[in-house]
C-alpha cells in the first residue's frame, strides 16, 4: 500500500494519553486492563492538571480513554477544557455505546472532539456481543458508529482486537465497515493479559497458523485504498 505522509505524520505525532475512568459498560474476553477497572473515575480537577501539565510539555493531541471514557460523567466538560488548554487534536478510544445518542454525539463535537476510534470486534451481533460479554453492544454501537460517520464532522476510525474468535472473520469485517465508511483500522493481536489469559483458551492463536486469512486482509485493505495498522504481532 502506498505511503501516505499525512497519516503517517499523523501516527507518529506525540499524543498525550489519558485516563478517565476505571469503569467500562462492556465486559470484554479479552480484556488485558481488567484488572485495573475498580469502577472509579478520575476527579476532574487531577485530568485538568493532566491536561495543563500535557501543554507545559508540549503536546498538542489528547487522547481520551479509560475504561471505558465516555462513562466519565464530565466527558463533555473534559472536551472543552481541553480544547481550552490549547490542544488542537482532541480523540478518544470508545466502544461507541454513548455515541448511539445523537445529542450527546453532537455535544462531544461542539466541545471540541475531533476524532473518535470505535473498538468493534465482530460484524454482527453474535460475534461482537459474545467478545464483550454484553447483549445489545453491537447494536448500540454500530449506531453510534453510523451517527458519528454521518455527522461528516469526525474522523472515524477503528480498533478491531484479532482473536481466535474472529480471526477468520476478518475479511467480512473490514468490508463489513468500509461499506459503512470506516477507512482507517488498527488491527491490535490479543495479548495474554487480565481476562485475555483468564480465557486464552478460548481467544489465543497462532498466528503464523493464519497467514492466509492475515493476508486477505492486508490484500483487501490494499484493494479498498484503506489503512490498516497492525499492532502487537510478533516478527514473522
Known sequence: MPSDPLRETAATTPRLWMRLTRRCNNHCLFCHDAPAQNGDI?????????LKKGRRQGYRRVVLSGGEATLHPDFLEIIASARRAGFDHIQTISNGRMFAYKDYLTA??????????????GHNARLHDALTRSPGSFRQALAGLKNAVQSERLIVSMDIVINRLNIRHLKNMIVFFYRLGIREFDLLNIIPFGEAWTHRQKLMYDPSKTLRELRQA??????LSVCLWTNRFPPS
Open 108 to 121: 462531544a463535537i461542539q466541545a471540541g472532539l475531533k476524532e473518535i476510534t470505535f473498538s468493534m470486534h
Open 218 to 223: 492486508l490484500d483487501l485493505g490494499e484493494k
Open 42 to 50: 478520575i476527579p476532574l480537577k487531577e485530568i485538568r492538571r493532566q
